[in-house]
Nanobody, 122 residues
Framework: QVQLVESGGGLVQAGGSLRLSCAAS???????????LGWFRQAPGKEREFVGR????????DYGDSVKGRFTISRDNAKKTVYLQMSSLKPEDTAVYYC????????????WGQGTQVTVSS
């Protein structure tokens, strides 16, 4: 079955950087390459928030307003991995970060990872 596994979370000081990775398994290269990949986050007591996504082209991305200009999503289809480069981190970025995948024409994300904790100290 399809599995998404995030890694790279941890504790970082405000202003610092962190890169998250999300590796997929159970998908062929062709299928993975056709998927839209996304990142979401959820802080305690808050609703899940859209962070950003990258289209199958690998060149089309869009981001939530709260992270625009600070976070960058990229993908390596050969490794079936999507990355979230986070810079200029703020305490309010503290959350569990989830990666997700969906077929490009699907309205909703189908597959989800288990999440990785990111904590930004002030």
């Amino acid at each position: 079955q399809v599995q998404l596994v995030e890694s790279g979370g941890g504790l970082v000081q405000a202003g610092g950087s962190l890169r998250l990775s999300c590796a997929a398994s159970g998908l062929t290269f062709s299928l993975y390459s056709s998927y839209t990949l996304g990142w979401f986050r959820q802080a305690p007591g808050k609703e899940r928030e859209f962070v950003g996504r990258i289209q199958r082209s690998g060149t089309t991305t869009d981001y939530g307003d709260s992270v625009k200009g600070r976070f960058t999503i990229s993908r390596d289809n050969a490794k079936k991995t999507v990355y979230l480069q986070m810079s200029s981190l703020k305490p309010e970025d503290t959350a569990v970060y989830y990666c997700a995948a969906k077929y490009s024409t699907s309205a909703t994300f189908t597959y989800w990872g288990q999440g990785t904790q990111v904590t930004v100290s002030s």
